[in-house]
């Protein structure tokens, strides 16, 4: 079977039009159409059929977008196993979200022999896995939370980076709470909430903690950078997750969430069946786990 249809047939899959497909790969929807056709001929069966104006795969099309994704992996690895012993050179484009650039990957940079470079571009989870996934960066460095755990499309490999607990951050004036998590946040009912307004995993924390604390968590404010959310606290607009290790700010006080306790969890993304290309091995070598 040629590869590159197999590429075209997993695209449709994801994607669900012909046309999404041509202006993500850069070709004519007529292609697309020619290559799933050739395809089809190949294994001897119809893979796609028509859904109004468009066009659905068949069960023997989803069957072989399936098993797609393990026989691209299979290819990239070949491919990438040529010249094993060939020293790192190139360019990794990385989409990462903030703390992890700062925390993790700059670090790397001083590390890195003069034929490897790092093209950064700063994304929140959901813009990086979209660039992972049409093939526009190389890793993708992102997070989840335990109490909210992301799932991991099979096309992807994952490994762990660190994990950091998370607090509670109110008003100094607030106050003072014990007992369990469920217990501090019974407390906060009646406040206003502020979550990201780039990614929902901490809106997820929220809303799952809340409900087991027997309320509605009433999300007023959205913001990108754990500074203005500190910011925000401090004006009197809510109260909202945050590490609980970050620098805290005046007027800002953490309550701890002991049971259960809610963590953010950094990871890596790459595509399956890239990470034996030299350049990308040596950065993922170097973004070694550590504790927070």
Known sequence: MDVRRLELLLALSRQGSMQAV??????TTSTVSQQIAALAKEV????IEPDGRRVRLTPAGRRLAGHAVDILAAHEAARADLDPSAEPAGTVRVAAFHTVIRDSLLPVVAQLPAAVRLEIQEQEPPEALDLLQRDEVDLALSYDYNLAPAPLDPALESSPLWEST???AVPSRSPRTTGTTLDVLAAFADSNWIVNSRHTADEHVVRTLAALS???P??????????LVQEMITAGLGVALMPAAYPKTT??????LPDPE???RAYTLTRRGRTNWPPLSLVLSLLSPRPR
Request: aromatic share 6%; hydrophobic share 40%; no cysteine.
């Open 214 to 216: 027997g309320f509605e």
């Open 22 to 27: 041509s202006a993500t790969l850069g070709v």
């Open 44 to 47: 001897g069966t119809p893979l």
């Open 218 to 227: 009433h999300i007023t404010q959205r913001a990108d950078t754990l500074q």
């Open 262 to 264: 809610p963590r953010m």
């Open 251 to 256: 007027g800002i006080s953490l309550r701890r």
């Open 166 to 168: 998370w607090a509670l």
